[in-house]
Nanobody, 122 residues
Framework: VQLQAFGGGLVQAGDSLRLSCAAS????????IGWFRQGPGKERLFVAR????????YYADSVKGRFTISRNNAKNTVFLQMSSLKPEDTSIYYC????????????????WGQGTQVTVSS
């Protein structure tokens, strides 16, 4: 499945931003989707995950209560609503697809989008 992440930008601390991850195939609804982020010179870190049906979500502690992941399988799209953004949220954000087994490891995700830059100024 091919994924494309978009919606990044430059915002101020405390602002909100919504990222989207669009897929080109109808089989999109068979995959769990994760969001990861990677800062300059840093490893790629797990942010959030949503199950194929959308019934289960999971968040990294660093974003819990501020970020919300959701999906619209009819439109082959997953969203990451980010609120109360902090400068430390600045990263390139990637969406990725995987099978049904739960994982927060990037190596468990088979398909990746190209990433979208989020920059939060203080």
């Amino acid at each position: 499945v091919q994924l494309q992440a978009f919606g990044g930008g430059l915002v101020q601390a405390g602002d909100s931003l919504r990222l989207s991850c669009a897929a080109s195939e109808r089989t999109f609804s068979n995959y769990a989707i994760g969001w990861f982020r990677q800062g300059p010179g840093k490893e790629r870190l797990f942010v959030a995950r949503i199950s194929a049906s959308g019934g289960n979500t999971y968040y990294a502690d660093s974003v819990k209560g501020r970020f919300t992941i959701s999906r619209n399988n009819a439109k082959n799209t997953v969203f990451l609503q980010m609120s109360s953004l902090k400068p430390e949220d600045t990263s390139i954000y990637y969406c990725a697809a995987t099978g049904p087994q739960f994982s927060t490891r990037s190596s468990a995700y088979d398909y990746w989008g190209q990433g979208t830059q989020v920059t939060v100024s203080s």
